[in-house]
Protein backbone atom coordinates (compact mmCIF):
# COMPACT_ATOMS: atom_id res chain seq x y z
CA UNK A 1 0.00 0.00 0.00
CA UNK A 2 1.18 3.77 -0.80
CA UNK A 3 2.45 5.18 2.37
CA UNK A 4 3.57 8.99 1.86
CA UNK A 5 5.86 11.14 3.97
CA UNK A 6 5.72 14.74 4.84
CA UNK A 7 8.64 17.02 5.14
CA UNK A 8 9.89 20.86 5.24
CA UNK A 9 7.93 22.52 7.69
CA UNK A 10 9.46 24.57 9.88
CA UNK A 11 9.03 28.14 11.65
CA UNK A 12 8.65 31.45 9.44
CA UNK A 13 7.51 34.82 10.46
CA UNK A 14 4.23 36.12 8.48
CA UNK A 15 4.38 36.93 4.78
CA UNK A 16 7.30 34.47 4.66
CA UNK A 17 7.20 31.03 2.15
CA UNK A 18 7.77 27.29 3.04
CA UNK A 19 7.58 24.00 0.69
CA UNK A 20 6.81 20.95 1.95
CA UNK A 21 7.44 17.63 0.24
CA UNK A 22 5.41 14.37 0.13
CA UNK A 23 7.24 11.69 -0.31
CA UNK A 24 5.83 8.23 -1.68
CA UNK A 25 6.83 4.65 -1.20
CA UNK A 26 5.85 3.17 -3.96
CA UNK A 27 6.60 4.10 -7.74
CA UNK A 28 2.52 3.43 -9.00
CA UNK A 29 2.74 6.82 -7.37
CA UNK A 30 1.58 8.21 -10.39
CA UNK A 31 -1.62 6.41 -10.47
CA UNK A 32 -2.72 8.39 -7.33
CA UNK A 33 -4.31 11.80 -6.49
CA UNK A 34 -2.66 13.68 -3.92
CA UNK A 35 -4.74 15.75 -1.32
CA UNK A 36 -2.83 17.88 1.58
CA UNK A 37 -4.73 18.77 4.79
CA UNK A 38 -3.60 20.70 7.52
CA UNK A 39 -4.85 20.64 11.63
CA UNK A 40 -4.14 22.65 13.68
CA UNK A 41 -5.04 22.16 17.64
CA UNK A 42 -7.98 21.62 18.41
CA UNK A 43 -9.40 21.97 14.94
CA UNK A 44 -10.82 19.54 12.64
CA UNK A 45 -8.53 18.25 10.12
CA UNK A 46 -8.69 20.46 6.98
CA UNK A 47 -8.68 20.48 3.07
CA UNK A 48 -5.72 22.42 1.64
CA UNK A 49 -4.85 21.46 -1.69
CA UNK A 50 -5.02 18.46 -4.37
CA UNK A 51 -3.02 17.52 -7.43
CA UNK A 52 -5.06 14.99 -9.55
CA UNK A 53 -3.50 11.63 -11.69
CA UNK A 54 -1.14 12.32 -14.19
CA UNK A 55 -3.21 10.74 -16.30
CA UNK A 56 -5.74 13.27 -15.67
CA UNK A 57 -3.72 15.99 -16.69
CA UNK A 58 -2.71 17.25 -12.80
CA UNK A 59 -6.02 19.22 -12.36
CA UNK A 60 -5.33 21.17 -9.17
CA UNK A 61 -7.72 22.21 -6.38
CA UNK A 62 -7.25 24.85 -3.44
CA UNK A 63 -9.44 25.98 -0.40
CA UNK A 64 -10.66 29.49 -0.46
CA UNK A 65 -8.45 30.56 2.29
CA UNK A 66 -5.30 29.17 0.43
CA UNK A 67 -5.80 30.02 -3.35
CA UNK A 68 -3.77 32.19 -4.94
CA UNK A 69 -1.06 31.84 -2.13
CA UNK A 70 -0.25 27.85 -1.92
CA UNK A 71 0.89 26.17 -5.14
CA UNK A 72 0.54 22.34 -5.32
CA UNK A 73 2.30 20.22 -7.63
CA UNK A 74 4.02 16.91 -8.64
CA UNK A 75 7.19 15.13 -9.68
CA UNK A 76 6.41 11.36 -10.83
CA UNK A 77 9.75 11.07 -12.00
CA UNK A 78 10.80 11.54 -7.86
CA UNK A 79 7.37 9.81 -6.50
CA UNK A 80 7.05 13.21 -4.88
CA UNK A 81 4.74 16.20 -4.44
CA UNK A 82 4.93 19.52 -3.34
CA UNK A 83 3.15 22.08 -1.43
CA UNK A 84 4.80 25.54 -2.16
CA UNK A 85 3.17 28.07 0.35
CA UNK A 86 4.01 32.09 0.33
CA UNK A 87 2.50 35.20 1.45
CA UNK A 88 2.23 32.40 4.86
CA UNK A 89 -0.18 34.02 7.72
CA UNK A 90 -0.46 33.25 11.10
CA UNK A 91 -3.70 31.21 10.66
CA UNK A 92 -1.63 28.84 8.40
CA UNK A 93 -0.28 27.20 11.44
CA UNK A 94 -1.33 23.40 11.26
CA UNK A 95 0.75 20.23 10.86
CA UNK A 96 0.68 19.74 7.32
CA UNK A 97 -0.74 16.09 5.81
CA UNK A 98 -0.75 14.50 2.74
CA UNK A 99 -2.57 11.34 1.06
CA UNK A 100 -3.33 8.95 -1.95
CA UNK A 101 -6.73 8.94 -2.88
CA UNK A 102 -8.09 5.88 -1.45
CA UNK A 103 -9.43 3.51 -4.90
CA UNK A 104 -13.11 3.00 -5.02
CA UNK A 105 -13.93 6.28 -2.95
CA UNK A 106 -16.70 7.32 -5.62
CA UNK A 107 -16.80 9.13 -8.97
CA UNK A 108 -16.45 12.29 -9.24
CA UNK A 109 -13.52 12.46 -6.38
CA UNK A 110 -14.20 14.52 -3.34
CA UNK A 111 -11.16 16.00 -2.99
CA UNK A 112 -11.91 18.13 -0.03
CA UNK A 113 -13.18 15.12 1.88
CA UNK A 114 -10.67 13.12 4.18
CA UNK A 115 -12.83 9.94 3.65
CA UNK A 116 -11.75 10.09 0.00
CA UNK A 117 -8.22 9.04 0.91
CA UNK A 118 -6.53 6.23 2.71
CA UNK A 119 -6.99 5.02 5.70
CA UNK A 120 -3.70 5.59 6.73
CA UNK A 121 -2.02 8.94 7.33
CA UNK A 122 1.57 9.95 7.95
CA UNK A 123 2.41 11.87 10.69
CA UNK A 124 2.73 15.27 8.94
CA UNK A 125 4.80 18.29 9.54
CA UNK A 126 4.68 20.83 11.44
CA UNK A 127 4.64 24.75 10.02
CA UNK A 128 3.90 27.81 12.65
CA UNK A 129 4.01 31.24 11.43
CA UNK A 130 4.76 34.06 13.61
CA UNK A 131 3.07 37.16 13.47
Known amino acids: QLTLVESGGGLVQAGGSLRLSCAASLSAFNRYAVGWFRQAPGKEREFVAA??????????YYSDSVRGRFTVSRDDAKNTSYLQMTNLKPEDTATYYC??????????????????????WGQGTLVAVSS
Open 51 to 60: IGWSGGAGQL
Open 99 to 120: NGDRPGSGWPRRFEDPDTYLSV
